[in-house]
């Protein structure tokens, strides 16, 4: 078994992440600034189940001196640990950048200073190739479709840094990349679309299905920005799991490369039109939301190819939109007094 780091390790992925390396014997320590909804809860969590299994470390990636210490005789870092929102981004550029880039920095050069530089996972966001205005798009009764992206946005779709996120995201993703390059570091990418499932504290500017489902299970206002015909890809928590999973067993392969990790063209859902009509069957009654203008940068189709991971991974999702979703559904309805 191996000594893991797992900086964000309180947030919705972490925490899920921190709970499959326990259970399955690995010395686990969370670096967690505990700064996101529900991190303490998760916390709390992981404690009912493991006891004093892990390590908890309250700091934050923008100090390297505790990144360098919290790094040290570590075999594997998952960097989590992220500003996530587009939103918070364009209203405090500055911070945005510092815990996006500089905080992925001093994890390169903190696991780049020790003897035996650990395997680093960096998780990456498909905001990187911004607003694609260049892809065509068709509209459909439902939804949006790519006209000619059949597969969807492979590995070398162009960047396009639409945002302070964007450019923040970006710049560590390329950082991550070429510190493998130049320094022999062992680094994976994985651009992620959206991932949702249990432990998700979803909010308007993240986390977008978790969002929807603890509203319309607690009565709360919903708003749509734009028509609510935009597709996404998802992807469940225990699927991205296991793709990270086979990622570090692979490194031979996975060194250095980048994956774009959803839950392909299999796995879409238009975040309105075709959402509202499975959480009605979930919730039985319809949901009534409001409407709001787009969102700047908000893309219309967003759907990962997925055929690398599947190629060099030995990986596929294994959990249906349909199945994923009401087993997040039913996590909230069981776990309503956390969203209190």
Known sequence: ??????????????????????TQGHDVIIYDNLSR?????????????????FVLVQGDVRDYPSVLQ????????????????????VADPREDFEINALGTLNLLEATRECEEPPILLFT???????????????????????????RGVSEAQPLDFNSPYGCSKGAADQYVRDYSRIYG???????????????????????????????????????IYGDGKQVRDILYVDDLLLAFERAVERIDVTAG????MGGGPQNTISIWTEFSELLTRLLGHKVEVGFDDWRPGDQ??????????????GWEPLTSVTVGIEKLFNWVVENKDLFR
């Open 1 to 22: 078994m191996a000594r893991v780091l797992v900086t964000g390790g309180a947030g919705f992925i972490g925490s899920n992440l921190a709970h499959r390396l326990l």
């Open 37 to 53: 909804q529900g991190t303490e809860k998760n916390v709390g969590w992981l404690r009912d189940n493991h006891g004093d299994g």
């Open 70 to 89: 919290a790094v040290q005789r570590c075999e594997m870092v998952y960097h989590l640990a992220a500003q996530v929102a587009v939103t918070w981004s």
């Open 124 to 150: 990456s966001t498909n905001k990187v190739y911004g607003g694609m205005e260049e892809v065509d798009i068709v509209e459909q009764e439902k939804r949006y479709a790519y006209a000619d992206l059949p």
């Open 185 to 223: 570091l062992r680094t994976v990418v994985v651009r992620m679309s959206c991932i949702y499932g249990p432990r998700q504290f979803g909010i308007e500017d993240q986390g977008w299905v978790a969002h929807f489902l603890i509203s319309s299970v607690l009565g709360r206002p919903i708003t």
């Open 257 to 260: 490369q980048v994956y774009n």
């Open 300 to 313: 219309a189709v967003y759907v990962s190819d997925t055929t690398k991971a599947r190629r060099e991974l």
